[in-house]
């Protein structure tokens, strides 16, 4: 059902006129991610956030690649504990639920990707194939930039102290991200992978 690990067959992904989906998983966490800024010479910037008791979430995302214009959409969910095989079978199942014809998954080879929830996906919906990563192949995966910009833009500096104002925080971020087809086709390109991708 899934490939053995040589990256996405785009050619077989085209002649079943399949979207490609790029999809991956990260955490953001009330302490801040740390960045580099100007400020007044001799006083050091300083960024309140908490020290103990942080909180962390889980978050999962794809980057949609649609079948004949290959224009990008995105989608994420802030999961409810870690990315586990029943959570990666609830997100398969809301990707089915919002693309229609063949679906092709790429991602890497997490354990949750291979748990026996997902398995059960892939039994029940034929129209679902998936596509393993080449091992500690991050660049090869668009999504990955939709964290970096996440981390580096919208999530820097923030002041969050409580999970749901990150969870907050973190969808609104998200979601201006994955409704920019330009950047998302720019993140496509940066991985230099041989598809071809609309949107500006």
Same mark, same amino acid.
Not at 76 to 93: H, I, K, Q, W, Y
């Given at each position: ?10 050619g077989?992904?085209?002649e079943?006129? @399949? /979207?490609? !989906?790029?999809?991956d ?8 991610p740390?960045?580099?800024t #100007?400020g ?7 960024? &309140?956030?908490p020290?103990?008791g942080?909180?962390r979430?889980?978050?999962i ?7 004949v214009?290959? +224009?990008?959409?995105?989608m ?11 959570? *990666?079978? &609830?997100?398969?199942?809301s ?11 790429? #991602?890497?080879n997490?354990?949750?990707h291979?748990?026996k929830?997902?398995k059960e ?13 080449? @091992?500690y ?6 999504e990955?930039?939709? #964290?970096?910009?996440? =981390?580096? *833009?919208g ?5 969050c102290? &409580?999970a749901?104002r +990150?969870?907050?925080?973190a &969808?609104? !971020? ?5 409704t920019?087809r330009?950047?998302l086709a720019?993140f496509?390109?940066? /991985? =230099?992978l ?5 949107g500006?």
């Open positions: 059902m899934a490939s053995g690990g040589g990256g996405p067959d785009r077989k992904a085209e079943e006129g @399949a /979207t490609l !989906v790029f999809a998983e990260t955490g953001v966490s009330t302490q801040p740390v960045r580099k #100007w007044v010479k001799g006083k050091t910037p300083v960024v &309140e956030s020290q103990r942080r909180k979430l889980n978050v995302g794809a980057i949609a690649l649609s079948p214009r290959r +224009l990008a959409r995105g994420s969910t802030v999961l409810d504990g870690p990315a586990n095989g029943e959570r *990666c079978a &609830e997100f398969l199942r990707l089915l639920a919002s693309i229609r014809g063949p679906v092709v998954v790429i #991602w890497d997490l354990a949750a291979r748990a929830e997902v996906v892939l039994g029940r919906h034929p129209r679902l194939r998936l596509e393993r990563l080449p @091992a192949a991050p660049e090869l995966n668009p990955e930039g939709v #964290w970096q910009h996440a =981390k580096s *833009c999530l820097r500096g923030h002041l102290f &409580e749901e +990150l969870r907050d925080l &969808e609104d !971020v998200l979601e201006g991200i994955n920019d330009r950047l720019g496509v390109r940066q /991985t =230099k041989p598809i071809r991708v609309g500006g």
